[in-house]
């Protein structure tokens, strides 16, 4: 009886421990692909604890995060001829963790080779203002590059995008001065626009003044107020233009007038001998 109760314990010991070694635990970030005799089983295991038949089945762990992978620098030759030096970033996730363990040995490995194949062939197509500018088309045109191996193997490609672009150090110094003759160009073009606008806006007050006089008048008393108020010890006090301009017609005025001459002793006779010859007529 004793023998029994012993043998009974025993094989229930074992069928415990036989259940313990089939238990497996799978996170809510995994998902898992059991292989039972070495073909795997249709579909994936979900989160929580799943149970395996010991040594019929194995499970491997896929992790289904977005991932990320850094693209190694990658060197090439835009298509206007300008060598650079270009490094990107990928972002992917597992959507089947089925074909993603079956259709490729390494799919981080695979993936970040595709990246790089793809990253020199986007350098070659394009020119060098679209590395610096529009990155946005750039990394959309990555993006469906690396997405359409990678969908046969379960996997999607989230987001691709261009870190840094790495120039030549005598292509910095030309971008520099073009950039500078590019703001030296602003400047005159701002600094002349505002003097013409200042110029139209002197004349259109001097023609309002011309018109009004009292508002030359008021200028000038503004003007000596503005002095004053520095509190200075000499008052300059501004002469009219138009005083000056009065004095400058009077002075030609007199001298276009005649000068009378004056009269001598034989200038009077003859004055008035002519001035008695009618009366003798008469």
Known sequence: MESAVVGVVVVVVFLLLLLRSGMRVINEVERGVV????????GHRQPGITFLIPVADRMRKVNVQVATLPIR?????????V???VDAVVYYRVTDPARATIEVQDYAFAVGQVAQSSLRSI???????DLLSDRERLHEGLALMIDSPAAGWGI????VEIKDVQLPESLKRSMSRQAEAERERRARVITADGEFQAAQQLANASRIMADTPEAMQLRLLQTVVEV?????????????VELLRYFDRAARNLDAAPTPTPETPETQTATATDRSAPADAS
């Open 83 to 85: 060598s650079v030096k």
């Open 156 to 159: 999607h490609i989230d987001r």
């Open 73 to 81: 620098t990658q060197e090439g030759i835009t298509r206007d001829n």
């Open 35 to 42: 292989f039972r005799f070495g073909k795997a089983l249709p």
């Open 123 to 129: 350098i070659g197509k394009s020119d060098l203002d």
């Open 228 to 240: 004053a108020a520095e509190k200075n010890s000499t008052l300059v006090m501004p002469f009219p």
